[in-house]
């Protein structure tokens, strides 16, 4: 028995982290410092795409995007049921409305066919865009939601929240990481403990288009600009006019990161292949301790380069395994209720039974231990007690 409850995850933060914040707190600037800038370059280039702009968390990362791309009333977007909600909430804070399409069950992604299917049933431009997710860490197949979405004139957002440093091959044997912004026009990720890069607070969006990106560094700051090239007025001569002069353009919000947060991230992310190693020698093992039991798992093909965020076990007593080891200190979580069920997206006429393949993997799913300081000793004995209430 373990004393200490074993969570499903858990952030490492190192005296190095912690000495990068504690630099930033003693010096001048403790939000829009050149950290910021800083860790935008690095996350760039450690997902492989041109440009990054660092946000408050995920969620205003997913709000913004969901600006950028012109959601409004009368905009429909397709998502996933399976998926945190605000992958699908951040299309109603622009008054759009999201459409659900079922996962495939031997991914739970959001499911190409499914979502072909409802682009049939409709005429061209009824939708406007798709958000895939790259669920527990297996990057979504964005070569196929491209080609449908080139097909149906839409965008596509990536919610990589799950996956940073996820991979996959296409079809043409060509890597895409996940948010490299080869296939998707903009890429979210979330730096909230739980997840890969820890910093307290946090997102990213990653995309190789300029305008989204230079549009986006409006909106994360009010929609200001002082930048000569963007002023809607440029009257330079102006006597009146001095070194104070901007312009808020658009309505935008303050989603910024502070310098201390983004310095965290940077210290984290010189840590991200090593703990995504870590990651995935647990999911290793994991897969071979349930290989031939009725324990179901999910071992992709090597082709993908999944990131496990969460390593899910599906079961038929999931309730019942929960709370074995709940009594166990085995802190397992269900991941996720899917998003049409919740009460809020009831008023637009989701229920249950919608979605056949997300209602039977959420009836038997359940999420492991899965962060890079689990020990040895920790997973061998979540793996027993796992193993003796499944028989
Ligand atoms: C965590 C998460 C978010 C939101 O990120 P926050 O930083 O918590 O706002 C969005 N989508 C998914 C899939 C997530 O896991």
Same mark, same amino acid.
């Given at each position: 028995?373990?004393?200490?409850?074993?969570?499903?995850?858990?952030?490492?933060?190192?005296?190095?982290?912690?000495?990068?914040?504690?630099?930033? +707190?003693?010096?001048? +600037?403790?939000?829009?410092?050149?950290?910021?800038?800083?860790?935008?370059?690095?996350?760039?280039?450690?997902?492989?795409?041109?440009?990054?702009?660092?946000?408050? &968390?995920?969620?205003?990362?997913? #709000?913004?995007? =969901?600006?950028?791309?012109?959601?409004?009333?009368?905009?429909?977007?397709?998502?996933?049921?399976?998926?945190?909600?605000?992958?699908?909430?951040?299309? *109603?804070?622009?008054?759009?409305?999201?459409?659900?399409?079922?996962?495939?069950?031997?991914?739970?992604?959001?499911?190409?066919?499914?979502?072909?299917?409802?682009?049939?049933? #409709?005429?061209?431009?009824?939708?406007?865009?798709?958000?895939?997710?790259?669920? $527990?860490?297996?990057?979504?197949?964005?070569?196929?939601?491209?080609?449908?979405?080139?097909?149906?004139?839409?965008?596509?957002?990536?919610?990589?929240?799950?996956?940073?440093?996820?991979?996959? +091959?296409? @079809?043409?044997?060509?890597?895409?990481?996940?948010?490299?912004?080869? +296939?998707?026009?903009?890429?979210?990720?979330?730096? %909230?403990?739980?997840?890969?890069?820890?910093?307290?607070?946090?997102?990213?969006?990653?995309?190789?288009?300029?305008?989204?990106?230079?549009?986006?560094? *409006?909106?994360?700051?009010?929609?200001?600009?002082?930048?000569?090239?963007?002023?809607?007025?440029?009257?330079?001569?102006?006597?009146?006019?001095?070194?104070?002069?901007?312009?808020?353009?658009?309505?935008?919000?303050? /989603?910024?990161?502070?310098?201390?947060?983004?310095?965290?991230?940077?210290?984290?992310?010189? *840590?991200?292949?090593?703990?995504?190693?870590?990651?995935?020698?647990?999911?290793? *093992?994991?897969?071979? $301790?349930?290989?031939?039991?009725?324990?179901?798992?999910?071992?992709?093909?090597?082709?993908?380069? #999944? $990131?496990?965020?969460?390593?899910?076990?599906?079961?038929?007593?999931?309730?019942?395994?929960?709370?074995?080891?709940?009594?166990?200190?085995?802190?397992?979580?269900? %991941?996720?209720?899917?998003? #049409?069920?919740?009460?809020? /997206?009831?008023?637009?006429?989701?229920? $249950?039974?919608?979605?056949? &393949?997300?209602?039977?993997? /959420?009836?038997?799913?359940?999420?492991?231990?899965?962060?890079?300081?689990?020990?040895?000793?920790?997973? @061998?004995?979540?793996?027993?007690?796992?193993?003796?209430? =499944?028989?």
């Amino acid at each position: 028995m373990h004393n200490q409850p074993i969570p499903y995850g858990r952030q490492h933060l190192t005296d190095d982290d912690i000495a990068a914040v504690t630099n930033v +707190l003693r010096g001048p +600037l403790l939000t829009q410092g050149p950290h910021i800038a800083e860790f935008e370059a690095a996350f760039a280039q450690y997902v492989g795409s041109r440009y990054a702009v660092a946000v408050a &968390n995920g969620t205003a990362a997913l #709000h913004l995007c =969901c600006m950028a791309l012109d959601v409004k009333p009368g905009t429909r977007v397709i998502t996933t049921p399976i998926t945190f909600s605000a992958s699908a909430n951040c299309v *109603r804070y622009c008054g759009g409305e999201v459409f659900f399409a079922d996962i495939d069950p031997d991914t739970v992604i959001l499911d190409v066919d499914a979502v072909r299917a409802l682009l049939e049933q #409709h005429p061209k431009g009824y939708f406007s865009g798709i958000i895939p997710v790259d669920f $527990a860490g297996y990057p979504a197949d964005l070569s196929a939601f491209r080609q449908l979405a080139d097909e149906y004139g839409l965008w596509l957002l990536e919610d990589s929240c799950h996956a940073p440093g996820g991979s996959f +091959l296409d @079809a043409k044997g060509i890597e895409h990481r996940c948010g490299d912004g080869s +296939l998707a026009d903009l890429a979210i990720f979330s730096f %909230h403990p739980v997840k890969h890069i820890a910093a307290g607070e946090g997102g990213m969006i990653t995309t190789n288009d300029e305008q989204l990106y230079k549009h986006l560094l *409006r909106l994360r700051t009010h929609g200001i600009t002082s930048k000569p090239a963007e002023l809607t007025e440029p009257q330079p001569g102006d006597p009146e006019r001095g070194g104070w002069y901007m312009e808020m353009q658009e309505l935008g919000y303050n /989603y910024r990161l502070t310098d201390f947060q983004a310095a965290l991230g940077t210290s984290q992310l010189h *840590r991200a292949d090593a703990m995504l190693d870590r990651r995935r020698a647990i999911a290793r *093992r994991y897969d071979d $301790a349930f290989r031939n039991t009725n324990v179901q798992t999910i071992v992709p093909p090597s082709s993908v380069g #999944h $990131a496990y965020h969460l390593y899910v076990i599906q079961v038929d007593d999931r309730k019942g395994l929960y709370d074995f080891l709940r009594t166990k200190n085995i802190m397992a979580q269900v %991941h996720y209720i899917p998003v #049409h069920r919740m009460p809020y /997206y009831q008023q637009f006429g989701w229920k $249950a039974g919608d979605f056949p &393949n997300a209602e039977r993997y /959420y009836a038997r799913c359940l999420s492991l231990p899965m962060f890079p300081t689990l020990t040895d000793d920790e997973q @061998a004995y979540v793996i027993e007690q796992v193993l003796s209430f =499944c028989g």
